[in-house]
Every structure is written in C-alpha cells, then in structure tokens.
C-alpha cells in the first residue's frame, strides 16, 4: 500500500508562478523526500527532511514537514518550462535500519511557457 | 562515473518467455533496489539488497526473482513472463547508513509482455 499521497493529481501553471505540491503520509517517519521525474527518465532526488526537521531549502525548492499533520509541502518558485515533470514524495519508516522508501503515486505538473 | 546503468532499454517478450534484467552501479554502494512503474501506481518496490549475496521481498516480489553475487550487480528475473508484468522496472542503489537515505536511479528499462 501506498504511504504518501501526493496532492493534487496534476498542476498546469505559467512560468514564473509557484507551484506547490503536498503530500500526506500516515504512519511515522524517519525522513521525506521529494523526487522528480523527467518523461521517459529515472527518477532524481531533490531533497530530504528529516522528521525533527520542519522546513529546508535548496535552490528554488522549499520543503515544508508538519509531523503532527503528517503531510509535507513542496514549493518551487519563480516555476519554468524545464521544470515540467512528475514528482514524487517518498517517505522513509522508522523500524529498521534498512528502512525502505514508499512512493507516492506522483504529481503531474505542467509549466507553460 | 556512470552511476546506475540498467540493460535492455526496451524487451518484448511473448507470455511465458524467461528474461533477466541488469542493474549495474559504480558508486560502491551496499543498497539496491528493484522497482516497477505502472501508470496511476507510482513505484512499488519488488526485491533489494542490502549487500552482496543477500537479498529480500518488497511490496509486489511474485513471478520474479533477483541475485547479488557481486556488490555493484543486481539482477532481476522473470521466470514465465506474464502480461501483468508489463511495466516500466527501474533500479536503485544508496549507500548504507542513516544519513545516507538518497536513492540514485537507472534509466528503466520498458518491458511488454505479448
């Protein structure tokens, strides 16, 4: 079964406007991340938060975690065509040091240029 | 350093053919996974690693098997292709340890199965 849910399903928006993604989890977690996929491409990593962590930045990206909702935010601002892609959130459990990554099903976003 | 690297691209297979798939990694890492992507699933994991000549189930392990009999090497088999393993499979590797969660993945390879 899925752990994270991403929401909305799919997000079309200009260039230059933000664009941001959520994503809920369930049970507890070690950490969150968030990776992009390009079409027809692998996935790639972005970035991490840990659970005692509650907002990180990376370039363009912000990543908020509100452990006590269970739900974390992905913000990419000042959006650009390159950035069309699918992305993921990831959340890793806490049982176990081999602890594996559960996908969410992804959101489609979509920047017009 | 070409990272994760998967062989075939592409495989058509008829219903009940047998095919291995590989993943090869050059970043000495101890961790690999196998996962596959069908459209509105995400990924679901199938088998990992977690070093050489082990090796355990993910989510959706049936009709398929894996072997790490070298550390930088995990492969994937399908014994009797069905049609319900058409999919998109991808592997991953990450180095071991806590601090060490990001995951680097292959390319994928795209599987039809007649």
């Known amino acids: 079964s899925q752990q994270g849910e991403e929401d909305p399903q799919a997000l079309s928006i200009q260039e230059g406007e933000n664009a941001t993604m959520n994503c809920s989890y369930k049970?507890?977690?070690?950490?969150l991340q968030w990776y992009r996929q390009n079409s027809g491409r692998g996935l790639v990593h972005l970035i991490l938060?840990?659970?005692?962590?509650r907002e990180k930045h990376s370039g363009r990206l912000r990543v908020t975690l509100d452990t006590s909702k269970k739900s974390s935010s992905l913000l990419i601002t000042a959006s650009r065509a390159a950035d069309t892609a699918s992305y993921f959130c990831?959340?890793?459990?806490?049982?176990?040091?081999?602890?594996?990554?559960?996908f969410g099903k992804g959101i489609t976003l979509s920047v017009r240029p | 350093n070409a990272g994760v690297t998967q062989t075939p691209k592409f495989r058509v297979l008829k219903t009940g053919q047998s095919m291995t798939l590989l993943c090869a990694q050059d970043?000495?890492?101890?961790?690999m996974y196998w996962y596959r992507q069908d459209p509105g699933m995400g990924l679901r994991l199938i088998h990992y690693?977690?070093?050489?000549?082990?090796?355990a189930k993910g989510e959706v392990p049936d009709g398929y098997n894996v072997s790490r009999l070298k550390k930088q090497n995990f492969l994937l088999g399908l014994e009797s292709a069905a049609p319900s393993q058409t999919s998109v499979y991808f592997c991953?590797?990450?180095?071991?340890?806590?601090?060490?969660?990001?995951?680097?993945f292959g390319p994928g390879t795209r599987l039809t199965v007649l």
């Open positions: 990831a959340t890793r459990g806490n049982t176990g040091a081999n602890s594996k990554l559960t």
């Open positions: 049970t507890s977690i070690n950490n």
């Open positions: 938060i840990r659970s005692n962590e």
């Open positions: 970043m000495n890492h101890e961790y």
């Open positions: 690693s977690v070093g050489e000549g082990t090796t």
């Open positions: 991953a590797s990450r180095l071991a340890g806590g601090n060490t969660d990001t995951q680097y």
